[in-house]
């Protein structure tokens, strides 16, 4: 394949964000048109309740390149990604967020680096994390923290601003999990990466859609999606109350032989409470694993397409 007549594609999850779209899209056509390649943007409005999808349609209507797609309601930004990458057609795949704040500007350097150095994935990763207020960087902290220690993944610094050769985007899409969480797949799927830092920009318009819920579920989701050492966190703790109770066991049986067994309740009690904590906890972690085998044997698609522009629905590969 020769990599400097191919096509480029832009997909951009966008959720609430007409304040901002237009301004983005001439940004990141300035970037895009100065590759030399030839390009298609793929706006994603994901059940946007504003007039987001209106800006998109005035866009599509002013350039062929630039494509809509208009998810069903709000599946979140993974599906909105995952339905991205089904939809482009681009020897290479540029996936950022429609706030600009990843610079459009590394555009070039991105495409550069797939194109010179060969690199199946052009990851930027942020140097610090822009001028965000100090609740959401700490956050985002302890998001990591548990990330790493439940999954083994190392996302610190890790965004979704990434540039996939075609071959990525390919293996991408045959993954068939309803739950998706992007950048752990990029991580899981191996292929030859190539850093490049950013500094996050502030947000130039609009607000953060991430409620502290919602970060709360994709850490448990990630933890859940790449890794069963949850799992395994249960038969520890296990291990840990049998070493407990037969120490406490041991020492019951002595003070019974030794005839001074009549106080004793506050280890009773003691030991009721922690066990009675250590099986409900255990079952938890078992029924978030249950939860996902829900989610997953029904099958149901990651994403709903409403309608589009510029591109067909069997456009999706
Ligand atoms: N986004 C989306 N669906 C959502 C939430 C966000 O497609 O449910 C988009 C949003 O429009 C933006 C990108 O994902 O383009 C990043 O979202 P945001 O700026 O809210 O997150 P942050 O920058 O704080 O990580
Ligand atoms: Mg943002």
Redesign the pocket.
Known sequence: MNRETSLLSIV??????SGILKKSISEILKHVKATGLSYEIII?D?GSTDKTWETVSSLSGDSEEIKGIKLSR?F??ES?IATGLQFAAGDAVIVM???L?HPPELIPRMVRLWLDEKADIVEAVKDDRGDEPFM?SLRAKVFYVIIKYLSGLKLDNSSDFKLLDRKVVDACNQLSERVRFFRGIISWLGFRKVKVPFSVRK?AGGR???STGQLIKLAIDASTAFSSIPLHFITVLGIITLALSLIIGTQTLYMKFSGQAVSGFTTVIILLLFIGSVLMLSLGIIGIYISRIFEEVKRRPVFIVEKTENLKATDSK
């Open positions: 951009l999850p966008v959720f609430n964000e994603i994901d709000n979140g930004k909105a967020d429609g706030d704040q959401s947000r953060s859609g991430w």
